[in-house]
């Protein structure tokens, strides 16, 4: 019996660590959501900028390729955010997923534990029963060699 709980406690934990490298997956990507997030709001700051020198050029007097190199400015920063905007989309998705196998990983370690608790408190009844048992022979034991010689 003690061998089958140490190797369900192998088992055990080797499905903690699991679970375990799931948390800090987890905390990896959250890392990324932040990173992507943080630079997702430079970048709108960026855009704002570069929208706002492209409407004070186009004020002035400039050449026209003046004008397309201040929009090509801001179509860099339009394409830098789209892409950053799918990157946040995808490491959303990512999240979802590390969540959800983070619940199973969480479930299978609970299921372990109350099965390694059933697995022990049965251990204890056995021992308790056969304990008993051996108490109630010796009882008996003793009851019978009082009662031989109250006989004699």
């Known amino acids: 019996m003690n061998a089958r709980i140490r190797r369900f406690k192998r ?3 080797t499905k903690e660590q699991w679970r375990d ?11 990324a959501e932040d990173d992507i997030a943080c630079s997702l709001e430079r970048l709108d700051v960026e855009r704002k900028d570069a929208l ?5 050029e186009s004020g002035r ?3 026209c390729m003046d004008l397309w190199l201040r929009r090509q400015v801001v179509d860099t920063v339009d394409k830098n955010i789209s ?3 799918t990157q946040l989309s995808s490491v959303r998705k990512q999240i979802a997923c590390t969540e959800v196998r983070l619940t199973e990983r969480h479930q299978e370690v609970r299921i372990m534990e109350t099965f390694i608790g ?3 408190n049965d251990g204890k009844l056995k021992r308790e ?10 009882a008996g034991i003793r009851y019978k060699g009082q009662s ?4 004699e």
């Open 11 to 13: 088992i055990l934990s």
């Open 21 to 31: 490298e799931e948390r800090k997956r987890l905390a990896e990507e959250r890392k």
């Open 52 to 56: 706002r020198d492209f409407s004070e």
């Open 61 to 63: 007097v400039c050449t």
């Open 83 to 85: 892409e950053r905007t």
């Open 118 to 120: 059933n697995l022990v």
């Open 129 to 138: 029963k056969s304990e008993q048992e051996e108490l109630d022979d010796f």
């Open 148 to 151: 031989m010689e109250d006989d």
